[in-house]
């Protein structure tokens, strides 16, 4: 193989690998909504308020598997759920979305935790929560897919 024709194989590995990081990540924010982000080993959304019975939307921004699982208590690592209500979990996941319901009837304050099953004490922080306020207002979304301003 000569110079040039290296350097046309060069040139045209680039511009696929253009595409391909363009064609691989929408830079739209998701809709209004509760949001717990994860990127890589971190929450950094660790604290969210939303009214009971909301919708939770998780969004995973890393291409490592995670979970978001309601913790017993918290960095206990155990699930976990308050009498008369199961615990919700995500299951494992990466780069994506996954949603769940908040029970309905939680008093305003309640304080629900958790957890990556996967890496438990290793997150940052290791637990996050969700406090049940029913004057709590959806906010934008993050970006859809890939890493948006939340990651590293
Ligand atoms: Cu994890």
Do not use: K, W
């Not at 680039?14 to 929408?26: D, F, N, R, T």
């Not at 959304?45 to 909301?54: N, R």
């Amino acid at each position: 193989m000569n110079a040039r024709s290296s350097l046309r194989i060069s040139l045209v590995f680039v511009a696929a690998a253009a595409l391909a990081a363009c064609g691989g990540s929408s830079s739209s924010a998701l809709p209004p909504g509760y949001y717990i982000i994860v990127a890589d080993m971190a929450f950094p959304t660790a604290t969210l308020e939303a009214p009971a019975g909301a919708t939770i939307t998780v969004v995973n921004q890393s291409s490592m598997g995670h979970t978001v699982a309601q913790e017993a208590a918290r960095d206990g690592f155990t699930l976990g759920a308050p009498a008369g209500t199961t615990p919700f979990d995500t299951g494992l996941f990466a780069a994506g979305t996954r949603t769940f319901s908040l029970p309905t009837g939680l008093a305003d304050g309640t304080v629900l935790y958790y957890y990556c099953r996967t890496h438990t004490s290793l997150m940052v922080p290791s637990t996050g929560t969700i406090t049940i306020r029913a004057s709590a207002q959806p906010v934008t979304g993050p970006p859809g897919g890939g890493y948006g301003p939340y990651g590293p």
